[in-house]
């Protein structure tokens, strides 16, 4: 682990207004990421968790409190952060390609040298035979995974996943978290990832954060240290030992009653 | 062996498939023909009055007069250009205030009720208003005919605007994309489907507002031939007038079909 701060949360609070009067969605956040880490945030629903998100990536502003990003506050949305949402948002009338290729559009930087570090990461993550195939024509991971491309394109320092795979059948799902979670390592990533399954978070994460209840605050920050052989993969965590011990911590600190 | 017999329940499968198709477009034309020879026959034995209804073969005749004398063209070509101009300025315009409605989210609840007001009036009402401002020629028919065909366009393509995701608006904000990147790389080309949807109704609404103006002002056209023919108590000419009526607007309707086909392969 790396000592490099990348985000720094400081006594965030979050209120959002309506009709009928005023509601405090998060109250008192307070975390360091640093580089190279996973942290997996999860909560009971309607913690707060994806508004957590949406003020880190710069898209609404926090009531009170502040997050700094290498440093700088976070104050419009930044180009050096990628987000990933639940759905994969390919537009359809794109092919891969040009979908993959659409925030560097946007921000003006493409040209030929990044078009072909788009195609051969898309031959890299096995989607090499599909760049002129238009979205519908993909299945559920694949098209999960040109999101992720279209995100890591932008050379994000930090990654935001705000459930990336809920929207996937459990099959795919398993398959392209493991998928996900070793490009994250392999490109030396830092990533925040919201999630409402326990398992995932505990398999991808190297720290995780509990919030309570809305106004959700942070309850816990647990270390994720698993025993496994060699290199660490999401599916190998899964049969570490201690696997099962930090599934139960989780949710007895989870707390749900329903 | 058992893949040979696969091949060949495939191939019966297609067969029936096609046998069909074949079937349902042999039974159209049939119901076509039977419809036009029963109208033939009950002229020629004087079952109806041909006052009244005409006979195919009497439209027929009339249709080559008209075709050798040149007129025909003439009459057709200009309802032509008064639909296709109507309809194409409609579109255009309607598209642009639709995309200022997307804009301003203010103007757009503060017209809301007159655009609904708007739309469901009956506009050939307004017709005769329309061609006293504007004038009595073809500038007066093709402005009826925006004005039928426009407010359907601006509520459709801003209905359809509205409804892109806000989760693909956000994700070109997490781009820092700005609000005119937001409107032409994705609330557009994610409208065309809609768009195109639209143009195959507000066609049909600009040949009503043309076909009206004509009736009310014109020296020609299709919309004139059909008046001058019942004011003279020619049905020949209306009902010839009619069939190229129908035979144009199927065959416009046609080519919007043939143009979302060619572009629109990525949908599904």
């Known amino acids: ?258 | 062996m058992y893949n040979d017999n696969m091949i060949k329940n495939h191939k019966e499968f297609l067969k029936n498939v096609k046998k069909r198709n074949r079937l349902i477009l042999i039974t159209q034309v049939g119901l076509l023909v039977l419809a036009i020879l029963a109208w033939e026959l009950a002229a020629r034995f004087n079952l109806i009055d041909t006052f009244l209804t005409s006979s195919p073969s009497a439209i027929w005749k009339l249709f080559i007069k008209y075709i050798t004398a040149g007129s025909l063209f003439h009459h057709i070509g200009i309802s032509v250009v008064e639909t296709i101009v109507g309809f194409l300025a409609g579109t255009i315009l309607g598209i642009i205030i639709a995309i200022g409605l997307w804009w301003s989210d203010f103007w757009a609840k503060v017209l809301d009720p007159y655009l609904v007001i708007l739309n469901s009036l009956p506009k050939t009402a307004l017709a005769p208003i329309i061609i006293i401002w504007v004038g009595a020629g073809y500038s007066g028919i093709i402005v009826t005919a925006i004005s039928i065909s426009i407010v359907v366009t601006i509520m459709n393509m801003h209905a359809s605007f509205k409804s892109v995701d806000s989760d693909k608006i956000r994700l070109l904000n997490t781009f820092g994309a700005s609000k005119s990147q937001i409107l032409t790389k994705l609330i557009l080309p994610g409208s065309i489907p809609n768009l195109i949807s639209t143009i195959k109704i507000s066609i049909g609404l600009s040949w009503v507002g043309v076909i009206v103006g004509e009736f009310l002002v014109s020296k020609a056209g299709i919309g004139y031939l059909i008046v001058y023919g019942s004011q003279v108590f020619k049905l020949d000419i209306v009902m010839m007038a009619v069939v190229i009526l129908a035979l144009i607007s199927a065959l416009m309707y046609k080519i919007i079909a043939v143009v979302e086909k060619k572009f629109l392969n990525w949908i599904e």
């Open chain 1, 1 to 258: 682990m790396n000592d490099k701060k990348i985000v720094e949360i400081n006594n965030l609070e979050f209120t959002y207004y309506t009709l009928e009067g005023e509601t405090k969605a998060l109250t008192d956040i307070n975390l360091d990421i640093y580089h190279n880490e996973i942290i997996g945030i999860v909560g009971p629903s309607g913690c707060g968790k994806s508004t957590l998100l949406s003020m880190i990536s710069g898209l609404i502003k926090p009531s009170n409190g502040e997050i700094k990003i290498n440093g700088n506050i976070v104050d419009k949305p930044l180009k050096n952060i990628g987000y990933m949402f639940q759905k994969d948002h390919l537009f359809e009338w794109r092919n891969i390609l040009n979908n993959v290729t659409i925030g560097l559009e946007i921000q003006g930087k493409l040209n030929q040298k990044v078009i072909d570090n788009a195609k051969k990461m898309l031959v890299n993550y096995g989607l090499g035979d599909f760049m002129y195939s238009y979205p519908h024509q993909l299945s559920g991971g694949m098209r999960q995974r040109a999101a992720l491309i279209r995100t890591l394109l932008l050379e994000p320092d930090l990654l935001l996943l705000d459930e990336p795979f809920s929207a996937l059948d459990y099959q795919t799902r398993l398959a392209i978290s493991d998928e996900i979670g070793l490009i994250l390592k392999k490109e030396n990533k830092t990533a925040i990832m919201v999630t409402h399954d326990i398992a995932e978070a505990i398999s991808l994460s190297d720290r995780i954060v509990i919030l309570t209840n809305r106004p959700g605050t942070i309850k816990d920050i647990i270390d994720i240290e698993l025993s496994y052989q060699g290199e660490r993969s999401p599916i190998k965590a899964r049969e570490a030992p201690e696997f099962r011990q930090y599934f139960n911590r989780i949710w007895k600190e989870l707390d749900i009653h329903v």
